[in-house]
T-cell receptor
Framework: GAVVSQHPSWVICKSGTSVKIECRSLDFQATTMFWYRQFPKQSLMLMAT?????????EQGVEKDKFLINHASLTLSTLTVTSAHPEDSSFYICSASVPTGVGEQYFGPGTRLTVT | DAKTTQPPSMDCAEGRAANLPCNHSTISGNEYVYWYRQIHSQGPQYIIH???NNETNEMASLIITEDRKSSTLILPHATLRDTAVYYCIVRVGRGSQGNLIFGKGTKLSVKP
C-alpha cells in the first residue's frame, strides 16, 4: 500500500514553454501533498505544500506564479512549470502522507525535467 | 523541528549489518524520528519511524537511546541494493500535516 505515482518520469522542453507534472496517490486519499526539487548532488528542497481544495503554500524563494500547483482531488496534485528556463532543469518529486499515519510520507518516483 | 547530524558516508560489506547513526540532541518530547533512503535517481523511500521505543519492520530496525538524543538505523544483512543516501529526519508527527526537512544524509556504499 501507500503508492504514489508521477507522470511523466522525464520530460524535455524548450525554453519558454510550460510543463505539467502529475502526482497521484494510487491506494489512499491524500489531503496534503508536497512538492520537492532536487538539483544534482544536493538534497531535496521543499517547494510547496499542496492542500486539496485550497491554495498551495509556497516556501520562501519559490515563485508561486511560475510553479503553479493544483490539488483538485484527494488523489491528484499537479505542478506546472510555466515559462520554463534552463535553470528550472531539475528532479521534481512529490510526496503524500497517509491520513491515518503519524507523519510518514510516501514519495513518487520523480520527474526529470530538462529545459533546452 | 529538531536538527539532525549524520556522517556523510559509510561503507559496509555485503551480508553484514549496516549501522547508521544519527544525532538529534535537541529533539522535543513530541517529535518522532523518521528514516528515509534515496537510491540514485529515484524518489525517497520511507523506511521506519519511532518515538521512544525501538522499532523493527521488514526493512530495518530503529534503536533510539533512552534520552532520545540519538538513534541508529540497522540494516541487518546489507545487500548491494541497499546502496543509497539515508536520511534521518526528526519532526512532530502531525498526521497529514507538516513537511519533511532533508539534510545531507549518509551515503551508504555496500561493497561485495
Amino acid at each position: 500500500g501507500a503508492v504514489v505515482s508521477q507522470h511523466p518520469s522525464w520530460v524535455i522542453c524548450k525554453s519558454g514553454t510550460s510543463v505539467k507534472i502529475e502526482c497521484r496517490s494510487l491506494d489512499f486519499q491524500a489531503t496534503t501533498m508536497f512538492w520537492y526539487r532536487q538539483f544534482p548532488k544536493q538534497s531535496l528542497m521543499l517547494m510547496a505544500t499542496s492542500n486539496e481544495g485550497s491554495k498551495a503554500t509556497y516556501e520562501q524563494g519559490v515563485e508561486k506564479d511560475k510553479f503553479l500547483i493544483n490539488h483538485a482531488s484527494l488523489t491528484l496534485s499537479t505542478l506546472t512549470v510555466t515559462s520554463a528556463h534552463p535553470e528550472d532543469s531539475s528532479f521534481y518529486i512529490c510526496s503524500a502522507s497517509v491520513p491515518t499515519g503519524v507523519g510518514e510520507q510516501y514519495f513518487g518516483p520523480g520527474t526529470r525535467l530538462t529545459v533546452t | 523541528d529538531a536538527k539532525t547530524t549524520q556522517p556523510p558516508s559509510m561503507d559496509c560489506a555485503e551480508g553484514r549489518a549496516a549501522n547508521l547513526p544519527c544525532n538529534h540532541s535537541t529533539i522535543s518530547g513530541n517529535e518522532y524520528v523518521y528514516w528515509y533512503r534515496q537510491i540514485h535517481s529515484q524518489g525517497p523511500q520511507y523506511i521506519i519511524h519511532g518515538l521512544k521505543n525501538n522499532e523493527t519492520n521488514e526493512m530495518a530496525s530503529l534503536i533510539i537511546t533512552e534520552d532520545r538524543k540519538s538513534s541508529t538505523l540497522i540494516l541487518p544483512h546489507a545487500t548491494l541494493r541497499d546502496t543509497a543516501v539515508y536520511y534521518c529526519i526528526v519532526r512532530v508527527g502531525r498526521g497529514s500535516q507538516g513537511n519533511l526537512i532533508f539534510g545531507k544524509g549518509t551515503k551508504l556504499s555496500v561493497k561485495p
